[in-house]
């Protein structure tokens, strides 16, 4: 491998091409290409079996899943969330005619913190909809709590927490719902792809008929719907990778356990710990650049860059510092102390299934090197 090559914050996991060919020959072979084909619907089940969870709805991506989940409960009005992730978890809100308002994070989670949910709930919110951020669960039975007493719904967009387990369980079994995206920049892919993981069978079918412009038969339309279909080219895809899934996570778990080792003596960087109890999946490598190290994390960013790895500032800008949301009330910077003291702390390590020992001595050495200068 080229020394100098670029280093990406992450790569999708590929398995050999040859290996998909025989799927492809039989998508061809039976001439079906999406509408719940049979690579649609195996996937289905073995992503239940895989993750352990009941009932699983397919969706053609994330963004449209977590549109789809808004709509399948009828959320309106206000609802409370993380400024601390990716745009989508606010759009998937306005595409809905839903207010965002948002709630601090937990500086020692970055997930939401529950007192400020509670306080941040008015006659007009009707749902929370929190994030596993980089797939350290949220504190769901806080949740569970200020939910139950308010009425409220509780959609997770859990885009960051394929096969997290807490105490045995999947994570994706709190709230109402919970939301995955199989996006190519995720730990599990379909190049772009997504779920919603629903609790009982009633639930599923009504978000199956919402993600096909709310057909329920030949002569029945139940809702208007929209089109969130994964293809059966997706879905195949998803299949082979599925064989590759536990030997990639392990791989990362490990890549995690290595930039630990190598960072922990390095003043100024703290790494995120992990959570009691919890089987995480190495998703996202996230280091807070504090006032000990002798750079700031712009600094280091750039001078990463300069030298071919990409690291990501995610979640900078906070979503709340966008335009379509700046004006609101409760995205003032004041309202949202950590999400804006962490946002201008944090480096996304690069971490992915072949980032090789190398590469991580590469990149550590680096990082250390900054520290000295
Ligand atoms: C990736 C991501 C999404 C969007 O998923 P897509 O499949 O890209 O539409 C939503 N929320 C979070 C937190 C994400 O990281």
């Given at each position: 491998m080229n020394e100098d090559a670029p280093i990406f914050v992450t790569q999708p996991l590929l398995p050999p091409l040859d290996q998909l060919m025989p799927y492809l020959e039989q998508i061809w072979a039976n001439k079906y290409v999406t509408n719940g084909g049979p690579f649609h619907q195996q996937l289905e089940a073995a992503l239940c079996e895989h993750l352990g969870v009941k009932h699983i709805s397919l969706f053609a991506n994330g963004t449209i899943a977590l549109m789809t989940a808004l709509q399948s409960l009828g959320v309106k009005g206000e609802v409370i969330t993380t400024p601390y992730s990716f745009v989508a978890t606010a759009h998937a809100m306005m595409w809905n005619g839903i207010k965002p308002v948002f709630a601090d994070i937990d500086p020692a989670t970055f997930n939401l913190d529950p007192a400020r949910i509670e306080a941040a709930i008015t006659p007009a919110t009707t749902a929370i909809m929190p994030v596993h951020c980089?797939?350290?669960?949220?504190?769901?039975?806080?949740?569970?709590?200020?939910?139950?007493?308010?009425?409220?719904?509780?959609?997770?967009?859990?885009?960051?927490?394929?096969?997290?387990?807490?105490?045995?369980?999947?994570?994706?079994?709190?709230?109402?719902?919970?939301?995955?995206?199989?996006?190519?920049?995720?730990?599990?892919?379909?190049?772009?792809?997504?779920?919603?993981?629903?609790?009982?069978?009633?639930?599923?079918?009504?978000?199956?008929?919402?993600?096909?412009?709310?057909?329920?038969?030949?002569?029945?339309?139940?809702?208007?719907?929209?089109?969130?279909?994964?293809?059966?080219?997706?879905?195949?895809?998803?299949?082979?990778?599925?064989?590759?899934?536990?030997?990639?996570?392990?791989?990362?778990?490990?890549?995690?356990?290595?930039?630990?080792?190598?960072?922990?003596?390095?003043?100024?960087?703290?790494?995120?710990?992990?959570?009691?109890?919890v089987v995480a999946n190495g998703a996202y490598f996230p280091i807070l650049v504090g006032r000990a190290y002798h750079a700031s994390r712009d600094e280091l960013y750039q001078k990463l860059r300069d030298a071919g790895v990409v690291a990501r500032r995610y979640f900078y800008p906070l979503i709340s510092d966008f335009p379509m949301y700046r004006t609101m009330p409760s995205a003032d910077p004041a309202n949202l102390p950590a999400a804006s003291q962490i946002a201008r702390q944090v480096l996304c390590l690069p971490i992915f299934p072949d980032l090789s020992a190398d590469q991580i001595k590469r990149i550590v050495g680096l990082i250390r090197q900054a520290c000295r200068a």
């Open positions: 980089y797939g350290r669960p949220c504190d769901v039975q806080a949740i569970d709590t200020i939910a139950r007493r308010h009425s409220l719904k509780v959609i997770y967009d859990a885009a960051h927490a394929f096969a997290v387990r807490q105490d045995g369980t999947s994570v994706l079994t709190h709230g109402d719902l919970s939301v995955l995206s199989f996006h190519g920049t995720k730990v599990f892919h379909t190049f772009e792809g997504g779920a919603i993981v629903s609790p009982d069978s009633a639930t599923k079918r009504h978000i199956d008929n919402l993600k096909n412009f709310g057909i329920v038969d030949e002569v029945t339309v139940s809702a208007p719907g929209i089109n969130g279909k994964m293809s059966e080219f997706n879905a195949a895809f998803g299949l082979l990778q599925l064989k590759h899934i536990e030997l990639a996570l392990d791989k990362r778990r490990a890549i995690d356990r290595h930039y630990r080792e190598a960072l922990a003596d390095v003043p100024g960087i703290t790494c995120l710990p992990h959570a009691a109890g």
